[in-house]
């Protein structure tokens, strides 16, 4: 496997963790309850590895891995071949902290470096991966940092794509009306699946389950975005069929507020008999729930991939409200760009001019284009 695909493999496998399981971030858990969560992950998206979290042993008896000064060592998750020392084998040896630590960068520096008498194995890659306060990825090969391994980007761009109409309100109220959860397009937002039950009981398990939905509905908003403008079929369903605009904004990429979210067909099931043993025990009954709810705020079908989409999630109480809707207002050095449809009806001078209006005088406004050579859009 060459690092580009590693590399790719290891991100889907983070951000699987962060979908699935954001609450043990959140709820400050052990780096063994997380890392034991990411190893499961790791051996989904590379099969043919075994992947082991504090594997302590080289070669195939019973010797332990020790590091240059004779210390043992165990790397908190390896991807290799069991048994086998050649490096070949020994495709990847990960340090995690929940936040950044030095001593990290030595040791995985260490696993990557040629061998020696005190240290005779060597993995193919390293990384020092910290999850909490921003996502940051140091990787090494051959005892040194990669001159390609850099944090994760300080911003992102995102696009949300509005008709004209929409557009021109956002920016002359200088703020983004937020969704809530009913107000969705997909009818499987937020609705678990369910096993175990009879048929008379469907009817109290999906109350149930509207129960939750509607109790989220009434705190949680949503803002969509995806990461690409080049996608005609989003122009086609988004913006009024190249009537509308795309509006680009810089994010920050934490994990913990903004969520790309996943395409599978795993819909997360509650089980009838199970949930019925715990409805009377609180926590139990949460303990049981939350894991799948947090999963399937962050996933949907795959008939919806086409849309790319990344969400950022909002308090309701803490947004500004006209009549029944939410408004996040656009803050500053946060919209980058307006991006007219092709066939918008809306002038790029008048744009400007309202942006000017409102205080974001530094927003680019372009007109996009079909691309002469390719199926893409381009501005």
Not at 38 to 59: C, K, S, T
Not at 299 to 316: A, T
Request: hydrophobic letters at 35%.
């Amino acid at each position: 496997m060459d690092f580009p695909e590693l590399k790719l493999n290891v991100q889907r496998a983070i951000d699987r963790l962060y979908a699935r399981d954001s609450a043990l971030l959140r709820q400050d858990a052990s780096e063994w309850t997380i890392g034991h969560r990411l190893a499961v992950y790791l051996e989904q998206e590379i099969p043919g590895w075994n992947v082991d979290f504090e594997y302590n042993r080289q070669g195939g008896g019973l010797d332990e891995k020790r590091d240059d000064n004779s210390q043992i060592v165990r790397p908190d998750i390896t991807l290799h071949h069991r048994a086998e020392r050649t490096l070949q084998h020994n495709l990847l040896a990960i340090e995690l902290k929940k936040r950044e630590e030095d001593s990290d960068l030595v040791k995985v520096c260490g696993y990557t470096a040629p061998p020696t008498a005190n240290r005779p194995f060597q993995y193919q890659y390293g990384l020092a991966l910290s999850l909490l306060d921003k996502l940051k990825t140091r990787w090494f090969e051959n005892g040194a940092e990669r001159v390609d391994s850099v944090d994760a980007p300080k911003s992102m761009l995102l696009y949300r794509f509005l008709d004209a109409a929409s557009a021109l309100k956002t920016i002359e109220s200088r703020s983004f009306k937020v969704s809530r959860i009913r107000e969705l397009n997909d009818p499987f937002e937020w609705r678990l699946g369910i096993t175990g039950v009879i048929p008379e009981g469907k009817s109290v398990v999906n109350a149930i389950i509207d129960s939750l939905i509607d109790s989220n509905n009434e705190h949680m908003g949503i803002l969509c975005f995806c990461d690409t403008y080049k996608e005609p079929v989003l122009w086609s369903h988004y913006a009024n069929k190249h009537r509308g605009a795309a509006f680009e904004v810089s994010v920050e990429p934490n994990p913990m507020h903004v969520t790309r979210m996943r395409y599978t067909s795993e819909r997360p099931v509650v089980d009838a008999n199970a949930y019925t043993k715990l409805q009377h025990n609180e926590d139990e009954r949460d303990a049981y729930l939350t894991p799948l709810i947090m999963g399937l705020m962050r996933q949907k079908s795959p008939g919806w991939e086409y849309e790319r989409e990344y969400r950022l999630f909002f308090e309701l109480s803490k947004l500004d409200i006209g009549g029944e809707l939410y408004f996040t207002r656009i803050p500053d050095n946060f919209l980058q760009r307006v991006i007219l449809g092709s066939k918008c009806p809306l002038e790029e001078r008048c744009i400007d001019r309202a942006l000017k209006a409102i205080g974001l005088a530094s927003t680019e406004v372009v007109r996009a284009k079909l691309c002469d050579h390719t199926y893409k859009i381009r501005c």
